[in-house]
């Protein structure tokens, strides 16, 4: 004997789901989806240029460039193009690299000699 089955509207309803839902999420247009507030790819802030004053001095084999006045001292970058100025007193354009105190140098140029840093 054949048995006849019996499908109420709830059961019907489900296998009808089950048959377009997955049609219709392939016919879903693809949109980036908004980023969890505060989970972004954040990149670090390009510091701004910045000029600073003072005389190139060699530390321990390091270029630095001391302020007498405000009693300051920063590692620079690019010794081999500097070493020229040890012992000058300088105007340094360049950004700063807090974290490790170095001065990424982008200009120099001697100061007059009556510049007071």
Do not use: C, W
């Not at 999420?25 to 003072?54: D, K, L, W």
């Amino acid at each position: 004997m054949k048995a006849i089955r019996r499908f109420t509207a709830p059961g019907i309803a489900a296998l009808f789901l089950a048959a377009i839902l997955p049609a219709a999420a392939q016919n879903q247009p693809t949109t980036p989806s908004e980023p969890v507030r505060g989970t972004q790819n954040r990149q670090p802030a390009q510091a701004p240029m910045q000029t600073f004053a003072g005389k190139i001095v060699r530390s321990r084999n390091i270029l630095m460039l001391e302020n007498m006045t405000s009693k300051a001292a920063y590692k620079l970058d690019h010794e081999a193009q500097l070493k020229r100025y040890v012992g000058e007193q300088v105007k340094v354009t360049g950004t700063l690299d807090a974290a490790n105190n170095i001065i990424h140098v982008s200009d120099i140029e001697l100061s007059p000699p009556d510049f007071k840093d």
